[in-house]
């Protein structure tokens, strides 16, 4: 694979889980929150989520192609995205 098309590849896999994971965020929420709250978020809200989601999956793919993927890796990872969403939503509800 030229190294052209294997960065379209990556962007195009990013763009594609970013804008999943939000939009998967978005009706959580929506399904969460009752149906009279009026701070309804929408997917755009979320894309900053799903940019971490996507980026800590890439990553993984990236030490999965190098045989460097470990469980332990795996718990590595899922530990920092969370630790990162927690960071995140702690800023955000300081600010306002």
Same mark, same amino acid.
């Given at each position: 694979m030229s190294p052209t098309a294997q960065a379209l590849l990556y962007s195009a896999g990013f763009a594609a889980l970013s804008g999943s994971w939000a939009l998967l965020r978005e009706l959580?929420?929506?399904?969460?929150?009752?149906? @009279? !709250?009026?701070? #309804?978020?929408?997917?755009?809200?979320?894309? @900053? !989520?799903?940019? #971490?989601?996507?980026f800590a999956v890439e990553f993984g793919l990236w030490l999965q192609s190098l045989r460097m993927l470990t469980p332990v890796y795996v718990a590595l990872l899922m530990v920092t995205y969370l630790f990162l969403e927690y960071l995140f939503r702690a800023a955000e509800d300081r600010a306002g």
């Open positions: 959580y929420v929506v399904r969460r929150v009752s149906e @009279g !709250s009026e701070s #309804r978020r929408t997917a755009i809200h979320f894309l @900053g !989520s799903g940019m #971490r989601f996507a």
